[in-house]
């Protein structure tokens, strides 16, 4: 277990991998009411894929994904949309902090590989949030800043031209094979990490080592345990 290179960076998804993704219950508390308990777990699930297909088409701004796959999963589960609703789950994305021990494992590791951000966050969001992380990030790649969201493969193609490297000078660390994994695999991207947080089913035929706890991060990095 852990990587026979030293890595130039290990890269981050952050939302659902270092930072809680806390939509589902952001948008049950916006929507109150009027999401009935009857259709809220459909309503959660399609919108959840909507965002994604929100993601594919041309950049737009995260809003916007957050606020048209909003609308297109009340429609389906047949609920009013209301813009002001969508804005509200919008502006709260920057509240959110980390899972437990991510900070501690972060700063561990920074010690030993420089640290970089790649988040289909947009600018502002990104800058914010990494900041809850209170961990040393060398890069902070956005959307925004790309253009593309992942699992787009031009949002690694950015990455890799931003940061000078070749695909097998990474680390990249990830709990979703669907936005990430997939597409790191594509591009050549040997040495991965799947912090499986049980958002996604386990593809481990994408060649990532797989691991529950993020205390265990910096063990496959060759540092020893605190």
Not at 119 to 143: C, G, Q, Y
Not at 191 to 217: P, Q
Request: aromatic residues 10%; hydrophobic residues 40%.
């Amino acid at each position: 277990m852990g990587f026979d290179i030293k890595p130039k960076f290990a890269t981050f998804d952050m939302n659902g991998t270092l930072i809680k993704f806390s939509i589902n219950d952001t948008m049950r508390e916006v929507l109150g009411d009027r999401l009935p308990a009857e259709v809220a777990d459909e309503f959660l699930r399609i919108c959840k894929a909507y965002r994604i297909d929100e993601c594919t088409g041309a950049y737009q701004p995260f809003h916007q994904v957050v606020a048209r796959s909003m609308e297109r999963a009340l429609h389906k589960v047949g609920l009013e949309y209301r813009e002001d609703e969508a804005r509200a789950v919008y502006d709260r994305i920057p509240t959110w902090g980390p899972y437990p021990g991510v900070t501690e494992a972060l700063n561990r590791l920074a010690e030993e590989v420089p640290l970089v951000i790649i988040t289909n966050s947009d600018t502002a969001h990104a800058v914010r949030l990494a900041e809850n992380l209170k961990a040393p990030f060398e890069v902070v790649i956005s959307a925004e800043e790309m253009g593309v969201y992942k699992p787009r493969l031009r949002a690694f193609e950015y990455m890799f031209d931003k940061l000078g490297v070749t695909p097998d000078e990474l680390v990249h660390v990830s709990a979703s094979p669907m936005y990430d994994h997939r597409s790191a695999a594509i591009m050549g991207i040997k040495n991965k990490v799947y912090m499986d947080r049980g958002w996604e089913h386990d593809e481990h035929w994408l060649g990532y080592e797989r691991i529950t706890d993020i205390a265990d991060l910096p063990v496959l990095f060759g540092l020893p345990r605190p």
